[in-house]
């Protein structure tokens, strides 16, 4: 399975950036797919996940701000981000699993990463 992340960039505080993530290489769409970010010297964290039921899991530090979305179809995840700040910036990542189980806040329960996409919030 790849995973194929775009939508990243610089934005100054309070604006907005669409992330959008493709999978490709597997024959169903049906598992639960979500963002990740790791800002430079820190551990990567959980950001959103939408489960293959399309519920959906935020942390607290963007609830509210952030929306994630799916397109079954096209196998394929969004993350709307709004009312962006600085200590959003880092390095976002999708991910994507093989299996129905598993934590949706823990990394070691996801199996396939993209390449990760840089998102700049400026003060």
């Known amino acids: 399975v790849q995973l194929q992340a775009s939508g990243g960039g610089l934005v100054q505080a309070g604006g907005s950036l669409n992330l959008s993530c493709a999978a490709s290489?597997?024959?169903?769409?049906?598992?639960?797919m979500g963002w990740f970010r790791q800002a430079p010297g820190k551990e990567r964290e959980f950001v959103a996940a939408i489960s293959w039921s399309s519920k959906t899991y935020y942390s607290d530090s963007v609830e509210g701000r952030f929306t994630i979305s799916r397109d079954i179809a096209k196998d394929t995840v969004h993350l709307q981000m709004n009312s962006l700040v600085p200590e959003d910036t880092a390095v976002y990542y999708c991910?994507?699993?093989?299996?129905?189980?598993?934590?949706?806040?823990?990394?070691?329960?996801?199996?396939?990463w993209g390449q990760g996409t840089q998102v700049t919030v400026s003060s």
């Open positions: 991910t994507t699993r093989s299996y129905y189980s598993g934590s949706y806040y823990d990394t070691r329960d996801w199996n396939y």
């Open positions: 290489g597997r024959t169903s769409s049906d598992y639960a």
